[in-house]
T-cell receptor, first 115, second 112 residues
Framework: AQTVTQSQPEMSVQEAETVTLSCTYD???????LFWYKQPPSRQMILVIR??????QNATENRFSVNFQKAAKSFSLKISDSQLGDAAMYFC????????????FGQGTRLTINP | EPEVTQTPSHQVTQMGQEVILRCVPI?????FYWYRQILGQKVEFLVS????????KSEIFDDQFSVERPDGSNFTLKIRSTKLEDSAMYFC??????????FGPGTRLTVT
């Protein structure tokens, strides 16, 4: 079974600085998807970024980028120019490619932005 | 932009009562899911639904749970006899295919 591990329960960063959230996963599959979801206090789950395992290029969405290391099974999220609105729980998630594959989530990292 | 909607936003029920949580997935999506999140914990998969049948379910999804797509738009989760430990946030999600899943805003279920 696939597992996702986020080893940082909490992180904090100064506004306008850069922060990196870590995620590792375990799978025997060669093709899969990885995602970062943001959960603000409203508890809505908001997709931040996705990465296809077959793509070597790291995904980027504006201030959000990932460092995908397939051999190391590592998938970190970098947030540049942190803003107060980035404060939230961040969940890393894995999804296989066969059938109606479920998302497997990590435990989450609570990110605090200091003004 | 299309979005997943869920009703109600908050449901309070007494232990032993039946509850139905409702979801309207994005209209052209084919795969539907229910997840739950106990306060302070990670999001856990309950069940996936495709082509009018359950495609996968977790060990949490026991005989007390059922899902239904009664028409072309709604997707429901029924808990037959609620327990205190069913108190959680329940999220519906949908996807078109193997791409990302889009989540609804959640229903907070409180069992007293």
């Amino acid at each position: 079974a696939q597992t996702v591990t986020q080893s940082q329960p909490e992180m904090s960063v100064q506004e306008a600085e850069t922060v990196t959230l870590s995620c590792t996963y375990d799978t025997s599959e060669s093709d899969y998807y990885l995602f970062w979801y943001k959960q603000p206090p409203s508890r809505q789950m908001i997709l931040v970024i996705r990465q296809e395992a077959y793509k070597q290029q790291n995904a980027t969405e504006n201030r959000f980028s990932v460092n995908f290391q397939k051999a190391a099974k590592s998938f970190s999220l970098k947030i540049s120019d942190s803003q107060l609105g980035d404060a939230a729980m961040y969940f890393c998630a894995y999804r296989g490619v066969q059938g109606a594959q479920k998302l497997v989530f990590g435990q989450g990292t609570r990110l605090t932005i200091n003004p | 932009e299309p979005e997943v909607t869920q009703t109600p936003s908050h449901q309070v029920t007494q232990m032993g009562q039946e509850v139905i949580l409702r979801c309207v997935p994005i209209s052209n999506h084919l795969y539907f899911y229910w997840y739950r999140q106990i306060l302070g914990q990670k999001v856990e998969f309950l069940v996936s639904f495709y082509n009018n049948e359950i495609s996968e379910k977790s060990e949490i999804f026991d005989d007390q749970f059922s899902v239904e797509r009664p028409d072309g738009s709604n997707f429901t989760l029924k808990i037959r006899s609620t327990k205190l430990e069913d108190s959680a946030m329940y999220f519906c999600a949908s996807s078109l295919g193997l791409a990302e899943q889009y989540f609804g805003p959640g229903t907070r279920l409180t069992v007293t």
